[in-house]
């Protein structure tokens, strides 16, 4: 929902507003710069503020350091997900995606480059675009959402090439399989769908709900998150956190976490996770518990690792969620300090 002001605001309200804004501020999603050195965050107003990563870990770094040095408007409801090419950052929100130059962000001009909306059904249909996903292979994006398909745009010419069915409730999250030209899906249905991009055909559907070593009546059937290694993948939602061998469809390890996650990633010979409750979970692939860290949400929604290699001193964890602080960990132990939209 677009958030607006009446033009003439007394300046003690406005900043009770502000302060409001920020108590009930939601960090949907995070991207990192090409160039390592800036982070961008997504809010539920609709904001992208961009932080400097190099600032902030600075040893001459102040409290103002760690604040946006630019915050524009992008969308008029939540931005849901974020990624960056070598030149862009796409953002996507209800119903579009858009393209924003990073030369052009970093002098805060912030005019969008280009707008662009999949073939929905019908003109009255505005679905939410929950993830995003770059094929660098093919030079194209794909994106999914609130109305169950995957859409395929290619960016060189801005068309939208095919969309994927097979999905019967919305879309939450998307993977690459690097090594082959495959998608992973997973959404409400409680399915997680393997897609190859060369025949654009579903090849393989894991419904991890119906496990039963997996399936949690009570919080649901929804995956909320997915990632991949090779064969391997990792995904949880209202089923519980669980390692799969792909190959076989078997589920070789399932995490001891009870609070639904909502975002996972491969690290190293780690996972990491999080979702509800404030802390980012390190586990082993054999499913022990490695450490929990604390920061300063009370959920989280996204994690990003800046590997950069342009940019090693900038080489962070940051968390985001239910505040309007991205926390950052200079290593996996603690979190070091948080940025503040």
Same mark, same amino acid.
């Given at each position: 929902?677009?958030?607006?002001? *009446?033009?003439?605001?007394?300046?003690?309200?406005?900043?009770?507003?502000?302060?409001?804004?920020? !108590?009930?501020?939601?960090?949907?999603?995070?991207?990192?710069?090409?160039? =390592?050195?800036?982070?961008?965050?997504?809010?539920?107003?609709?904001?992208?503020?961009?932080?400097?990563?190099?600032?902030?870990?600075?040893?001459?770094?102040?409290?103002?350091?760690?604040?946006?040095?630019?915050?524009?408007?992008?969308? @008029?409801?939540?931005?849901?997900?974020?990624?960056?090419?070598?030149?862009?950052? $796409?953002?996507?929100? @209800?119903?579009?995606?858009?393209?924003?130059?990073?030369?052009?962000?970093?002098?805060?001009?912030?005019?969008?480059?280009?707008?662009?909306?999949?073939?929905?059904?019908?003109?009255?249909?505005?679905?939410?675009?929950?993830?995003?996903?770059?094929? +660098?292979?093919?030079?194209?994006?794909?994106?999914?959402?609130?109305?169950? &398909?995957?859409?395929?745009?290619? $960016?060189?010419?801005?068309?939208?090439?095919?969309?994927?069915?097979?999905?019967?409730?919305?879309?939450? #999250?998307?993977?690459?399989?690097?090594?082959? *030209?495959?998608?992973?899906?997973?959404?409400?249905?409680?399915?997680?769908?393997?897609? @190859?991009?060369?025949?654009?055909?579903?090849? &393989?559907?894991?419904?991890?709900?119906?496990?039963?070593?997996?399936?949690?009546?009570?919080?649901?059937?929804?995956?909320? #998150?997915?990632?991949?290694?090779? @064969?391997?993948?990792? #995904? =949880?939602?209202? +089923?519980? $956190?669980?390692?799969?061998?792909? /190959?076989?469809?078997?589920?070789?390890?399932?995490?001891?976490?009870?609070?639904? &996650?909502?975002?996972?990633?491969?690290?190293?010979? $780690?996972?990491?996770?999080?979702?509800? =409750?404030?802390?980012?979970?390190?586990?082993?692939?054999?499913?022990?518990?490695?450490?929990?860290? *604390? =920061?300063?949400?009370?959920?989280? !929604?996204?994690?990003?690792?800046?590997?950069? *290699?342009?940019? +090693?001193? #900038?080489?962070?964890?940051?968390?985001?969620?239910?505040?309007? /602080?991205?926390?950052?960990?200079?290593?996996?132990?603690?979190?070091?300090?948080?940025?503040?939209?």
């Amino acid at each position: 929902m677009e958030r607006t002001m *009446p033009q003439a605001v007394p300046l003690g309200q406005m900043e009770v507003f502000q302060a409001l804004q920020r !108590l009930h501020m939601i960090i949907f999603s995070q991207n990192v710069s090409p160039c =390592g050195k800036f982070l961008a965050a997504g809010n539920n107003y609709g904001q992208i503020a961009i932080f400097s990563l190099s600032a902030a870990l600075s040893s001459e770094a102040k409290e103002e350091s760690k604040k946006p040095m630019v915050t524009f408007q992008a969308h @008029d409801g939540p931005v849901y997900s974020m990624v960056s090419t070598d030149r862009h950052l $796409l953002s996507a929100g @209800d119903g579009e995606v858009k393209a924003w130059l990073w030369a052009e962000i970093l002098k805060k001009g912030c005019k969008e480059l280009w707008r662009r909306q999949p073939p929905y059904r019908t003109s009255l249909e505005v679905p939410e675009i929950n993830a995003l996903l770059l094929v +660098p292979k093919e030079n194209s994006l794909i994106l999914a959402g609130g109305d169950c &398909q995957l859409h395929t745009m290619d $960016l060189e010419t801005g068309t939208f090439t095919r969309a994927l069915w097979g999905h019967t409730d919305y879309i939450h #999250c998307l993977a690459l399989r690097e090594r082959s *030209p495959e998608v992973l899906s997973g959404g409400e249905d409680g399915a997680v769908r393997l897609w @190859d991009l060369r025949t654009a055909k579903e090849v &393989q559907t894991i419904e991890v709900y119906k496990h039963e070593e997996c399936s949690r009546p009570h919080n649901g059937r929804w995956i909320g #998150c997915l990632a991949t290694d090779s @064969d391997w993948m990792v #995904c =949880g939602g209202g +089923p519980a $956190l669980t390692l799969w061998h792909l /190959r076989s469809s078997t589920p070789t390890t399932v995490f001891p976490m009870r609070a639904p &996650q909502k975002h996972v990633t491969f690290y190293q010979d $780690l996972i990491l996770s999080a979702g509800q =409750g404030r802390c980012v979970n390190q586990w082993q692939l054999s499913g022990e518990l490695k450490a929990q860290v *604390p =920061g300063s949400s009370p959920g989280l !929604l996204s994690l990003s690792l800046n590997q950069q *290699p342009a940019a +090693p001193e #900038c080489k962070v964890l940051t968390a985001a969620g239910n505040s309007c /602080r991205v926390d950052v960990f200079t290593n996996l132990g603690y979190r070091a300090f948080s940025l503040s939209f």
